[in-house]
Nanobody, 122 residues
Framework: QVQVAESGGGLVQVGGSLRLSCGLT?????VAWFRQAPGKEREGVSY???????YYADSVKGRFTISRDNAKNTVYLQMNSLKPEDTAMYYC???????????????????WGLGTQVTVSA
């Protein structure tokens, strides 16, 4: 059993930045960030396999950066140039390595955190 815990959410103004952290109790897992806004489906934001393979949703490319510190079993999501449409609950998920075509499929991840709220005010 792997435990996943997110932190770092908060309220920020448009154009601001936040860094989310995802701590895991075990190593060796692929990690992805998802988000879900009220009334919308959960969507994949970013994915990292080891430290070299990363994927991003088109909506966040060039603004968000995913990285990991293997020594700390922690994955980070640096979010810059935040927009109101980035407002959502952000979840971290751990699972197997996945290809570019399926990394955003939430059903493929076994372990989930409880989420951290990100609110971007206009």
């Amino acid at each position: 059993q792997v435990q996943v815990a997110e932190s770092g959410g908060g309220l920020v103004q448009v154009g601001g930045s936040l860094r989310l952290s995802c701590g895991l109790t075990a190593d060796g897992y692929t990690v992805a960030w998802f988000r879900q806004a009220p009334g919308k489906e959960r969507e994949g934001v970013s994915y990292i396999y080891r430290s070299s393979t990363t994927y991003y949703a088109d909506s966040v490319k060039g603004r968000f950066t995913i990285s990991r510190d293997n020594a700390k079993n922690t994955v980070y999501l640096q979010m810059n140039s935040l927009k109101p449409e980035d407002t959502a609950m952000y979840y971290c998920a751990a699972g197997p390595s996945l290809s570019r075509g399926v990394w955003y499929d939430a059903k493929r991840y076994k372990y989930w955190g409880l989420g951290t709220q990100v609110t971007v005010s206009a």
